[in-house]
């Protein structure tokens, strides 16, 4: 009889075994500034609704399958036109698996560009895609004549553009991301998580291209608990997704509490406008460092380089501090950290133990 070991080796596909499983650290007892969440909580009334709500929802029924209203308030948050619809996930990775397993046929290619998030070329592999990264300029802009050839090379179906981008935290010049639509043979996908901290978003195109379809989550805007994002183009795009979308796939939690929150987005876009405050704060402080280079941003993080950054994220950590470390993850992002922005005290305890870990003190 064959072992366990050989059993999953010879029925995994090899694509799986060579991957390495998505690692989330244990941050027990750590400041954590490691992923991109929100550090504030609403205020302690909208907290009380919130837990009225949760004590009376039919948590011993299934979900609502379709939940309309939830989709209209975001609607009306976007402003959409007749004819767009909404299409909601378990965050933005149940939503890029939807996109890669409706366009997948034999010999299809997802492009994206890299350094960018890793869940593209993760759920690629996931579903037997070919995937082809672009290499992003030394800047971290657009590489715009290597992507238009990748794309006139590869005719991908399906692109994911971040934007602004993870981990770089920079917006690609508009009139590039524009080229590389009309370019495409295929879907270009515009996955604005971080739209509550940038200063542009693609959704008022969306009626000009058919092509295009744009992806958010309310995750970095401080629902990541509850995981909920949602893709916004064509309703005749979003009907062919519904079809993969597996039933029930939004819980009744977070659908309810998802519709209290947005009934109040005002004070989530509050937060926002507050951490953008404290994020420019922060980039002025890692910037007066000696040795750190700091990458401006459009996000709720900042992207910094600094000499031995594995050292220094094991001293940060020593030091209670837990950031992002990405040396080693692609070689764009050699000796680079990525930090959340915190709260005001989280961030001077971030800065303080950086000067101590790089013996700047």
């Known amino acids: 009889m064959s072992s366990v070991a050989q059993l999953v080796n010879h029925l995994v596909r090899p694509e799986i075994l060579a991957l390495s499983a998505y690692h989330v650290p244990d941050c027990t007892g750590l400041i954590k500034l490691d992923a991109m969440e929100n550090p504030y909580l609403v205020p302690q009334v909208l907290r009380d609704e919130i837990a009225a ?15 309309q209203a939830l989709k209209e308030k975001i609607r009306h948050l976007l402003g959409l036109p007749d004819g767009m619809a909404v299409l909601l996930g378990n965050g933005s990775d149940e939503l890029i698996q939807l996109l890669a397993m409706a366009v997948n046929k034999p010999g299809a290619v997802l492009l994206s560009v890299e350094p960018s998030f890793v869940m593209y070329k993760m759920i690629a592999t996931f579903v037997g895609m070919r995937y082809a990264g672009v290499p992003l300029a030394a800047d971290f ?141 922060l980039y002025q402080q890692l910037s007066a460092i000696a040795g750190v280079e700091v990458y401006s941003s459009e996000a709720n993080f900042l992207l910094l380089r600094l000499a031995d950054a594995n050292r220094v994220f094991n001293e940060l950590k020593r030091r209670g501090v837990l950031v992002k470390n990405l040396n080693g993850g692609h070689p764009m992002l050699n000796d680079c950290l990525r930090v959340t922005v915190g709260t005001p005290a989280e961030n001077e305890r971030f800065i303080e133990a950086l000067q101590e870990s790089i013996g700047q003190v």
Do not use: C
């Open 141 to 281: 802009s657009l590489d715009l004549s290597a992507t238009l050839e990748a794309i006139r090379r590869e005719q991908p179906v399906l692109v994911f553009l971040a934007y602004p981008n993870n981990p770089t935290g920079n917006l690609f010049a508009r009139d590039e991301v524009r080229q590389i639509i009309e370019a495409s043979p295929g879907l270009v996908v515009i996955d604005e998580a971080y739209y509550a901290f940038a200063s542009d978003s693609f959704v008022n195109d969306l009626a000009n291209y058919p092509n295009l379809l744009v992806m958010r989550t309310f995750s970095k805007l401080g629902m990541a608990g509850l995981r909920l994002g949602f893709l916004a183009g064509s309703a005749l795009w979003l009907e062919q997704l519904e079809k993969l979308r597996l039933p029930y796939n939004v819980g009744v939690l977070p659908q309810l509490v998802a519709e209290k929150l947005l009934e109040n987005h005002s004070v989530l876009l509050q937060q926002a406008e507050q951490i953008k405050k404290d994020r420019t704060v």
């Open 53 to 67: 709500i949760v004590a009376s929802a039919p948590v011993n029924r299934y979900p609502d399958p379709n939940p």
